[in-house]
DNA sequence: CCTAACTTGTCAGTCACTGACAAGCCCATC
DNA sequence: GATGGGCTTGTCAGTGACTGACAAGTTAGG
């Protein structure tokens, strides 16, 4: 017995072959768009065929979105680690620290991903609805720094308002520093608006 | 010559056959579900062909986000109908009345719409673009308002981001009346959620 | 070596959506 | 009241995303 320190070797090949995928339809997505670029093409791109390419995303739609989820988790994570003595937006806002670091160590890939996103409909979309998982990783680590505490902790609104609002925030300075080309700093760009929808925090 | 009083025959009866294909299409969506519902039962059930649906309609999913365009245009109306001495917080919330009366009137169509737009992932996602468009049409309104007025009018995420934050805390409430099946108070979720965004407003 | 589990390609089909074309309709003008 | 142009409509054909079914090949384990 091989004891399960390595989950399968039919996984890793299985998220190599995820991960090459992901790859060619990215540089296919950033050459000619995602909408110009179809599955067949992708499926040609690795050799393989385009039935097959589903058997590993759901959709087209997911190769891209792929890359969301790990910020999800990341978030939460972040925001677990904060203290308890800060205050929920305080703490929210620097969860977000992370990102914005990488947006000024090398802004380039945030700025494809943000560009690719933006120009097929879809994918706005679908970004946006994936941040509705994000607001669910993150709101229960909310509820746990409420100010008056929750008391009916599954009808409370406040957990999820508070983090819907701080995604909400981030969205905009996103929006807002894709609009510049990277020219603002994205970190004034979001503290500006996070200020703004919550004086008196950080 | 008739004068322009009525914006022509023509698209009068073009408003009309949307109408009704809005209606039929409801009906369908509400009996069988959105997804189950293709796009030529809806025709044929107007008597008309596949093709001449999309001369109506960009998509089948149009057809259910019109009724979401005209509230984008109501809330702008209310916003901009409150008070300059009002703060902006709380002009917001009260933009939202005119939905949250509707929901206390009648409640079923409410919950109908958001059911239907909630179990099919494409409409969910669709929606919160939407509201990115309702943003754009708020956030104009909310920077004539802005405590430290703006001085660079089109690079501050300010007004952007409190309009964002409190069409998240709509949503939030709106998702948990939902989940209550309208069991809990629409008016309560959401001056709870946005009360804990933004305090000491309203 | 052999079998069971897994992967793959092929094929056929559905559904949303689009361009092109031809036929019919409405209406103003001659 | 015939006619010509504008608008709507159906039909047809095609694309692209996605799915189920099946058969063939590959791999792992006994």
Known sequence: ???AEKPDLRERTRQAVRAQLMAVAWDLFVEQG???TTVDEIA?????????????????EDVVLVKFEAVGVMLADELARR????????????????IVETSERDPRYGLLVLRITDRAPVLRARRLEQQTHWQELLAPLVATRLDPPATDADHDPR???????????LNVANAAWLD???TESLRRLLDDAMRAVHPGAF
């Open 44 to 60: 040609a791109a690795v050799g393989m065929s385009q039935r097959s390419f589903f058997r590993y995303f759901g959709s087209k």
């Open 34 to 36: 995602y909408d110009a």
């Open 1 to 3: 017995m091989v004891s």
């Open 83 to 98: 203290p308890v003595s800060e205050d929920v937006w305080t703490a929210l806002r620097r969860s977000f620290d992370g």
């Open 180 to 182: 510049s080309d990277g």
């Open 159 to 169: 957990p999820a308002a508070l983090a819907a609002a701080a995604l909400a925030c």
